[in-house]
């Protein structure tokens, strides 16, 4: 059972990176899925998820309109698409899957920087 992010990387300001989030080992079309940021020496926070019925999305507002979130099912995947990126957005990325109540699954982790 695990969650393997990847596609981080080093981005000047205004550009665009895409993370993925390969899910294996669990039914992943019964779960929402979601990805979280941790900048240094700041608390963690929730930037996306994707609901596994209708595909219902949510944003934090600092990314609202630069960010898309999608979920391949067949794949099993995960996709953040990041445009218009900032300096305030470098920070290791993560994606979450909450299996059940005080079972959270984590990915590794992705770090993203923006120059500026």
């Known amino acids: 059972v695990q969650l393997q992010a990847s596609g981080g990387g080093l981005v000047q300001a205004g550009g665009s990176l895409g993370l993925s989030c390969a899910a294996s080992g669990f039914t992943f079309e019964d779960y929402a899925v979601g990805w979280f940021r941790q900048a240094p020496g700041k608390d963690s926070e929730g930037v996306s998820c994707?609901?596994?019925?209708?595909?219902?999305?949510y944003y934090a507002d600092s990314v609202k309109g630069r960010f898309t979130i999608s979920r391949d099912t067949a794949k099993p995947t995960v996709y953040l698409q990041m445009n218009s990126l900032k300096p305030e957005d470098t920070a290791n990325y993560y994606c979450n899957v909450r299996l059940g109540v005080g079972d959270d699954l984590w990915g590794q982790g992705t770090l993203v920087t923006v120059s500026s």
């Open positions: 994707v609901s596994n019925t209708f595909g219902e999305t």
